[in-house]
């Protein structure tokens, strides 16, 4: 039998040996790609250099997604996901290189094609098997992690629930302990709730099998019993982890900070710090250069059209609350006729509204109108992808309405949004619709990452522009 822990020792190696599979791989994909398309394996020089360059952007991408660190503790589905938009990535990528160096004209577009198709299948194959294989190995108790949990209140309870539905991420709960189990269930989705010993460390000795890891799930309050734990167990080499209960605070982003010496748990923070801003401003300005760049024709016939439709400006500009709940200006087609507000006072636009122009109808129906903000993406004012920024009268009425409300504005505000591709855009006349679209943005800003930023662009893009609830 293999020992317990053996990926875990030699993740490293493994992970080494997996990027040069995953190498190897997309260089026979291109191989027998061209062995379909042309008949022979005679590669001229310029197919050599593509099959060298995309084996090593392939190997940026799949990292860049985070493809080759530890799946455990984490869905099955969402690696398998995670691949797909790499590969999709890294076709786009090379399709731009060909087009940018004007060299595409040089190579088959079929090839290319069943290169890319070739090295999707191979890869979700492998890494089918490979997921697969790690799941079997742990059910049978084959790189497994045997952990005790300590405390049965709600954080326990929920805890234990959580990892049995994901016994594959090899974590094997073995018992719970409680100091006070009366009148307390005796068994909790299949593990048993046991006693907390007076003497925890003879207790764990007495183990027939050794425990890898202690979790303590106890409230923030319990520092005593804390410390009372690791004293009793600082002779054992086991993990120890500290579950904080924490959940039911309302977080944004809660995460370790080390300072020096100092452990600070952040309560509510932005995502956007450090390497995190360089990857997100990157990907802003290239993505919003090359829309910018495509869409010049349109965007030219559009700002021609509205100036033509009716009197006043081409653009719209409002002041709305940006990053960190900065004053900025947003930039519209103008849609509707030239109009006074009442001051302080500001009217969301509804359905058949009599201020919207016929041509301004179309621009909010089909998102049109929203183009112009590709240029605050570029003044480093908004983001593509990003919590939609509303008016400051609308954000001055929902912010003691809505808990946590302000905390959307913890990123850039963007062109479109997780709540936007759910559906919760256009009028919010209920405090309830206004309430959802919040809970979608904060989703977003807990959970970013830049491979969550291309799902959310490419569910707008398969989706549509196009909305019922866009007046």
């Known amino acids: 039998m293999l020992p317990r822990g053996l990926l875990k020792e030699y993740s490293r190696p493994l992970s080494l040996l997996l990027r040069g599979l995953d190498a190897c791989t997309i260089l026979l994909a291109g191989c027998l790609a061209y062995l379909y398309r042309f008949g022979d394996c005679h590669l001229s020089s310029a197919y050599l250099l593509a099959l060298a360059l995309g084996t ?127 009148g307390k269930p005796t ?47 600082r002779h054992h080499t086991l993990a120890i982890r500290l579950v904080l209960d924490v959940f039911g605070l309302g977080l944004l982003k809660h995460s370790i900070t080390q300072v020096d010496r100092f452990s600070m748990l952040d309560l509510n923070a932005s995502p956007m710090v450090g390497m995190n801003r360089v990857i997100k401003a990157l990907e802003d300005r290239v993505l919003a250069v090359l829309i910018l760049i495509l869409i010049s024709p349109l965007f030219l016939l559009l700002a021609l059209a509205v100036k033509l439709s009716s009197k006043g400006p081409i653009f719209f500009k409002q002041l709305r609350h940006g990053w960190d709940g900065r004053v900025i200006k947003v930039y519209k087609f103008r849609t509707m006729y030239e109009h006074q507000e009442k001051s302080g006072h500001l009217t969301q636009a509804s359905a058949k509204d009599q201020r919207v122009t016929p041509l301004g109808r179309f621009l909010r129906r089909t998102s049109l109108d929203e183009l112009p903000q590709f240029i605050n993406v570029l003044q480093g004012r908004m983001s593509i ?80 522009f196009i909305s019922r609830n866009a007046y």
């Open 385 to 464: 992808v990003g919590p939609r920024p509303h008016a400051l009268q609308h954000n001055e009425f929902y912010k003691d309405s809505i808990n946590a409300y302000m905390q959307r504005h913890k990123v850039k505000p963007g062109i479109t949004g997780w709540a936007q591709v759910n559906g919760w855009r256009g009028e919010t006349e209920t405090l309830e619709k206004m309430r959802k679209r919040v809970e979608f943005d904060l989703y977003y800003i807990e959970n970013w990452s830049p491979v969550f930023d291309l799902q959310i662009i490419f569910l707008t893009l398969l989706r549509g």
């Open 187 to 233: 068994v909790i989705s299949g593990i048993p709730v046991l006693k907390l010993p007076a003497n925890l460390s003879d207790y764990l000795h007495a183990q027939p099998q050794e425990i890898d890891e202690l979790w303590l799930a106890l409230p923030l309050r319990a520092e005593d019993e804390v410390k009372k734990i690791l004293y009793q167990l």
């Open 56 to 182: 090593l952007l392939a190997s940026i991408v799949l990292s860049f997604f985070g493809l080759y660190s530890s799946v455990r503790g984490h869905s099955f589905w969402r690696h398998i996901l995670r691949l797909n938009q790499a590969l999709l990535l890294f076709s786009i990528l090379l399709a731009c290189i060909g087009f940018l160096t004007k060299s595409g004209e040089l190579y088959s577009r079929v090839w290319f094609f069943l290169w890319m198709l070739f090295s999707l299948t191979a890869l979700l194959a492998f890494r089918f098997s490979l997921l697969i294989l790690l799941r079997l190995m742990r059910k049978r108790g084959w790189n497994e992690r045997r952990v005790m949990v300590i405390g049965l209140g709600d954080l326990g309870g929920q805890l234990v629930q959580t990892v049995q539905q994901a016994l594959w991420t090899g974590f094997r709960l073995v018992a719970i302990l409680d100091e006070h189990p009366e």
